[in-house]
């Protein structure tokens, strides 16, 4: 084929660019693709990705696990004479557990009563996950005080609860509601174990039970004591925690 000579290739060109203009021009009432409305992932599904974190709602529990703002804690004293360094709080609910106020009686627990080393909300939300996982038709776990945000006396439902290594786990109801049991005769002892068991295989150095519940686990770690009927009340070694 001959080539065009240039002045001719030029002109085709010039009148090529004018017809895409032309073709552009008109004004076009259509306004641009509105990308605002694209859907984009929420930040909780992309974790890591330098998002802002989700803000928290308490209620119905998220189906994906909360943010935490993870600290390095130190756990001071003793559980009942102590005190907590940079706490981390844990979340007010998550995909397989609810907090519960025991003053309240409601859910979920207030803020300044869900603070522990970051050891023991690590070890926590370990345990209800496997637990969830190994009974996938078990009601949410409630879980009650840890301590408060800078450790130290709690209040008078507490004795210990003071270095952010104490965490209370009401036992799951035979009836499945969403609540502590009232008496150890509405505690599905089979789930109330499973919690126990869990808790001593994660390293509780002490798991306090209820005398009237029929729980049980290795001498040494699991002990009776009143008032934990409707509760189990985990404690762990500092090493862990
Ligand atoms: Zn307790």
Redesign the pocket.
């Known amino acids: 084929m001959r080539p065009l000579p240039l002045a001719a290739a030029l002109a085709v060109l010039v009148a090529f660019v004018a017809g895409l203009a032309a073709a552009q021009v008109p004004n076009d009432p259509r306004p641009p693709v509105p990308t605002g409305t694209i859907t984009t992932p929420a930040p909780s599904e992309t974790e890591g990705e330098g998002l802002p974190p989700v803000p928290t709602t308490p209620a119905p529990p998220p189906a994906v696990e909360p943010e935490i703002s993870w600290r390095d804690s130190r756990a001071i004293g003793l559980p009942y004479a102590g005190r907590l360094v940079r706490g981390v709080q844990f979340p007010a609910a998550g995909p397989h557990l609810f907090t519960w106020d025991p003053l309240l009686h409601r859910s979920p627990n207030r803020s300044w009563r869900r603070w522990g080393t970051d050891g023991l909300v690590r070890v926590t939300l370990r345990v209800v996950r496997a637990y969830a996982a190994a009974h996938p038709g078990a009601p949410p776990v409630a879980i ?2 840890l301590s408060r945000p800078r450790g130290g006396y709690f209040g008078p439902k ?1 004795a ?2 003071q270095n952010g290594l ?3 786990v009401y036992y799951p109801r035979k009836d499945r509601l969403e609540r502590p049991p009232k008496t150890a005769v509405q505690v599905d002892r089979r789930l109330a174990q499973a919690l126990v068991d869990g808790f001593v295989a994660a390293g509780a150095g002490k798991v ?1 039970v209820g005398p009237n519940v029929g729980l049980h686990g290795p001498r040494g770690v699991v002990h009776e004591l009143a008032h ?1 009927d409707n ?1 189990l ?1 985990a404690r762990f070694p500092r090493w862990r925690a």
């Open positions: 009650g005080d507490h210990s609860h104490d965490v209370d306090f934990h509760h009340h």
